[in-house]
């Protein structure tokens, strides 16, 4: 059984440019959510979506970022025009339902901004 | 808003010794979740033991137990006969029983166990 898969597991990006992060969930997960970690702190919550359903974007920075996860295919979380303050690890976790603990995690994506 | 708390930043143990990780929450809510996850250097999350806020029995998983003081808003956490592939951060977080699941991190405690 596949866990939580998501890639690149590192991002280099120059300010300005725009950065892909994908996460694919555990087979029969159908609720994916995306948490933040800055340098030194715990993870932030971001966003919680289902199939092609935004539930909760309360995390969620209100300009630049966006987060989808389609019918087909991995959920993706997109920033556009980045900017310094986005260098930060990105994880994914899924769950079958929002209820049906543990989430799982995948190992994250680091982007760093140049 | 639900918040949590891990006063200690750094922690150290030496081998085959017990260690317990502080943690605090405050919420007004009566029935929630909460979780201790460990972040090894891989910066893997991983699920170490989970709680219900009814239950009263406290959490157990192997080498890992917490004391849940409900009335206190203190869910700690012991490690037993300390490993040194237990060195990582570990995470407190929280989860509101109405919520939509999303969870609410502490900061971590950064734990190195010596040889």
């Known amino acids: 059984n596949a866990g939580v898969m998501q890639n690149p597991r590192h991002l280099v990006r120059r300010r300005g440019q725009e950065a892909r992060l994908r996460c694919s969930p555990m087979k029969g997960h159908s609720h994916v959510y995306w948490y933040r970690q800055l340098p030194e702190e715990g993870l932030k919550f971001m966003v919680y979506l289902q199939k092609e359903n935004i539930i909760d974007e309360s995390g969620m920075p209100k300009e630049r970022f966006s987060a989808e996860f389609p019918k087909e295919g991995p959920s993706i979380l997109r920033i556009q025009q980045v900017v310094r303050g986005d260098s930060a690890a990105y994880f994914c976790?899924?769950?079958?339902?929002?209820?049906?603990?543990?989430?799982?995690f995948g190992d994250g994506t680091r982007l760093s901004i140049l | 808003a639900q918040t949590v708390t891990q006063s200690q930043p750094e922690m150290s143990v030496q081998e085959a010794e017990t260690v317990t990780l502080s943690c605090t929450y405050d919420?007004?809510?009566?029935?929630?979740?909460l979780f201790w996850y460990k972040q090894p250097p891989s910066r893997q999350m991983i699920l170490v033991i989970r709680q219900e806020a009814y239950k009263q029995q406290n959490a157990t998983e192997n080498r890992f137990s917490v004391n849940f003081q409900k009335a206190a808003k203190s869910f700690s956490l012991k490690i037993s006969d300390s490993q040194l592939g237990d060195t990582a951060m570990y995470f407190c977080a929280f989860m509101s029983g109405g919520s939509q699941g999303n969870l609410i991190f502490g900061k971590g405690t950064k734990l190195s166990v010596k040889p």
């Open positions: 919420t007004s809510e009566n029935n929630y979740y």
């Open positions: 976790a899924s769950s079958p339902s929002r209820r049906d603990q543990p989430q799982h």
